[in-house]
């Protein structure tokens, strides 16, 4: 590091100046998604540029955004001039499934655990899917004629999944909605193990029925308690 690295780097307090310098540049990337209206696929400036104008290290700037990339908030890009600079992507979910099925592979999140926040998200989505008219209907709808037709249990997921995600884009929250897609990817091969555990669909389908029917008939309560259900049938204990 040179002599001018190591004094932008001094006095950074007890976090290090590592974390600082990452925290500075997510606040360099929120000023500017602010005040310019930056979009995703819009360009940051490039690591010098940033480097200059956050007073750290071209180092520590490469760090944070190395970090950001890992996390799906930017793509870094190799150039020069104007085509230098990471790029804003989105794809919150796919790094969050990531994390996810890292941390059940590790065993520092069980399968219980990810199972009861899905339970708390759908319960929630539910409710709201219901209240708000049954946005979902025909998506869900869909999705079971497409469960009915399905000849695998991977295929079954497939749609499944697609009846889930239905239900939590309804409820109008695009957080939850990546948040219902991050957990159902990472427990992807665990729903296929539930159907081939319960040996045929007609209990799980008798639940998706009955769910598209609480939305459909406006009962945020019955709603709730139809996911509860479903979500008791398919991952018991």
């Keep these: 590091m040179s002599d001018g690295d190591r004094s932008q780097e001094a006095g950074r307090g007890p976090a290090g100046p590592r974390t600082r310098a990452f925290e500075e540049v997510l606040d360099r990337i929120e000023e ?16 010098r540029q940033l480097a200059e104008q956050l007073r750290v290290s071209r180092s520590s700037v490469r760090e944070a955004l190395r970090a950001l990339a890992t996390l799906g908030v930017v793509s870094s890009q190799v150039g020069r001039g104007p085509d230098a600079g ?9 790094a969050l499934t990531d994390l996810l099925r890292l941390n059940l592979g590790l065993s520092t999140l069980s399968m219980r655990e990810v199972v009861d926040t899905r339970l708390m998200i759908e319960q929630w989505a539910a409710a709201h899917a219901a209240r708000d008219g049954g946005a979902a209907l025909d998506d869900m709808a869909r999705a079971i ?5 399905a000849t695998t249990p991977e295929e079954f ?15 109008g929250n695009r957080l939850t909605s990546a948040i219902m897609r991050a957990l159902r990817d990472a427990v992807r091969r665990y729903a296929i193990e539930a159907v081939l555990r319960l040996g045929d669909t007609v209990d799980l389908q008798a639940d998706h029925r009955r769910i598209h029917d609480a939305v459909r008939d406006g009962d945020a309560a019955a709603s709730v308690v139809a996911v509860t259900e479903h979500l008791a049938r398919a991952y018991p204990g």
Excluded: C, K, N, Q
């Excluded at 497939?158 to 409820?171: C, G, L, P, T, V």
């Design 86 to 94: 990471a790029v804003l992507t989105s794809r919150p979910d796919s």
């Design 145 to 149: 004629a497409a469960m009915d037709a």
């Design 32 to 47: 500017r998604i602010a005040a310019d209206g930056l979009t995703v696929g819009d360009r940051l400036p490039g690591e």
């Design 157 to 171: 997921v497939e749609h499944d999944i697609a009846f889930h995600m239905a239900i939590a884009a309804a409820s």
